[in-house]
């Protein structure tokens, strides 16, 4: 059950009737329960390609409407958002596809309506085929551009259980946070016991030094108590700060000109494996920052540009390369929802907080790394009976690491693999069960051995048409053995040395002295690695 939908581009959103319309009113319940779901709505005319919109039937009731489209390109995304109840469609005779979804654990239902004169009626049925929190797990997106008044009604159709909106939002090297004028309180915003919203974040998203077009990047600040009263460039203070407030530092993406200073100047903690170019549409954007790419042969390209796998490799290249160079960043899912066409959650983090959750040991294991990532499938895997993020301290060099756990995915997978220090150290041959809900259960039990100091993670794809790209990865564990360090990757050191010089070239006689500082810092770091590489 694929979860894109490949368009033309005629008419993507219904405008002036040009029949009368007829009511069409809908439901969507839960398989188990028949109780009423909150979920997001798509609807299309087969025939014309329109795009249509649902209202909430209950006075009570929420019904978002999000229209986003690259230019005039086949990245799209048009869908209803809709709180747990009845709605209508008003829709000229023909006929329409209509699918509900509501966020990874749930069957997406899809159905096929010809609508004449007549007031009709439908249903769509979502079987649950994982219930995470019952293991511990509950997900969240750490990067969110929807309003505060909007996401008890995305959360809640997503079924996402942490998000953080960035309220604060910088775009220029002299603008400060503070200076906005909003005032957020430093609380959690309940939707319920489990959904929870903490709204003292910042992005900082630099465009322009001084008012003049000089792209820098963005870093985001999560879970502060107070606004940020410094701009950036420099990039130090703001750590120092965020570091005073008790805050997390996201990377954002990978590929900003500044991505590769900050992790190691800022001492950055998140690193967003699913960034808000992962998208359920269409990839959009195969020339963004491709200068700054390494000629890896992971990194695929086309004619166009980066493709929708080679964009996710890149930033998984480059985390595996962090971490070989000791950077030992946690990952994270954020979608930039509200921006993109994209919805909210799409990529998202599940972070295992055992029997209760609590937002305050949520951060805590995200920030611990007891996590996974996905756009998709959904993992239950231990290492050693332990959790993603855990670290052993060994004296012995050779280190054996036992994985069992399970993978659900709504589509079959194309692969299974065990990542050993940035490179593919097992390909899974795993005959997949099926469930009573339709979906694809794959039993891990595999060993790998580390020599020396090292890391394993798991990932798996999905199997989908068209190119599209679907994942999951688990944060890594790591064994330390202090009489056999890891030994970094001569390609990545260079790599990051390469980077310094190419910013420091550009941001020559543009930056003051105290920034470029930076860049000569991370390079002095660098190179200090590379003289250890091989």
Request: hydrophobic fraction near 40%.
């Amino acid at each position: 059950m694929v979860r894109c939908v490949t368009l033309t581009l005629a008419g993507l959103w219904a405008s002036a009737a040009t029949a009368p319309a007829t009511e069409v009113t809908g439901s969507v319940i839960d398989a188990a329960s028949g109780t009423a779901l909150p979920c997001r709505l798509y609807v299309q005319n087969t025939d014309t390609l329109t795009w249509h919109f649902a209202k909430s039937a209950d006075t009570a009731g929420s019904a978002l409407e999000y229209r986003k489209q690259i230019g005039t390109t086949p990245s799209v995304e048009m869908h209803t958002t809709l709180s747990a109840a009845t709605f209508h469609l008003q829709l000229e005779p023909g006929k329409y596809r209509i699918r509900a979804e509501r966020g990874k654990e749930f069957v997406p239902a899809e159905t096929e309506i010809t609508v004449g004169s007549e007031a009709s009626v439908f249903q769509l049925t979502l079987p649950r085929f994982a219930n995470m929190p019952k293991q511990g797990w509950y997900s969240g997106d750490t990067h969110v551009h929807r309003s505060l008044a909007d996401l008890p009604n995305l959360m809640m159709a997503e079924d996402l259980h942490v998000a953080f909106p960035l309220n604060y939002w910088v775009r220029d090297s002299t603008e400060i946070p503070a200076a906005s004028g909003l005032v957020m309180e430093a609380k959690t915003i309940h939707v319920d016991a489990t959904h929870v919203i903490y709204p003292v974040n910042t992005e900082y998203e630099i465009f322009t030094v001084d008012g003049k077009r000089h792209t820098q990047g963005a870093v985001l600040v999560l879970n502060h108590k107070t606004p940020l009263n410094l701009p950036s460039p420099p990039a130090l203070p703001v750590a120092e700060e965020a570091r005073r407030q008790g805050a997390i530092l996201d990377l954002d993406k990978h590929s900003w000109a500044w991505s590769m200073m900050i992790v190691p100047v800022m001492h950055v903690d998140l690193f967003e494996l699913s960034n808000n170019h992962n998208w359920r549409t269409q990839f959009g954007f195969p020339q963004w920052t491709i200068e700054n790419a390494p000629d890896w042969p992971e990194v695929e390209r086309s004619v166009a540009g980066f493709t929708d796998l080679g964009w996710t490799e890149f930033a998984m290249q480059t985390y595996y390369a962090l971490l070989n160079c000791g950077f030992h960043m946690r990952i994270t899912g954020g979608t930039g929802a509200g921006v993109h066409p994209v919805p909210l959650g799409h990529g998202r983090v599940y972070v295992h907080t055992g029997a209760e959750f609590s937002y305050e040991k949520w951060v805590e294991h995200l920030n611990a790394g007891h996590s996974f990532v996905t756009t998709g499938p959904l993992l239950d895997v231990r290492f050693n009976q332990q959790l993603p993020g855990t670290t052993w301290l060994h004296d012995s060099v050779e280190n054996k690491i036992v994985m069992r756990g399970t993978v659900l995915s709504v589509n079959p997978l194309r692969s299974i693999e065990i990542v050993r220090n940035g490179e593919i150290a097992q390909s899974l041959t795993i005959e997949p069960e099926r469930t009573a809900e339709g979906v694809w259960k794959y039993a891990i039990d595999v060993s790998e051995t580390l020599h020396g100091s090292g890391w394993l993670a798991l990932r798996c794809f999905e199997k989908l048409p068209d190119a599209k790209v679907s994942f999951a990865h688990t944060n890594p564990v790591f064994v330390e053995v202090p009489k056999s360090p890891l030994i970094p990757r001569r390609r990545d050191a260079e790599f990051f040395v390469k980077r310094m010089d190419e910013e420091l070239t550009r941001n020559a006689g543009i930056l003051p002295d105290e920034s470029l500082a930076e860049y000569r810092q991370a390079k002095a770091i660098y190179e200090a690695v590379l003289d250890r590489a091989k």
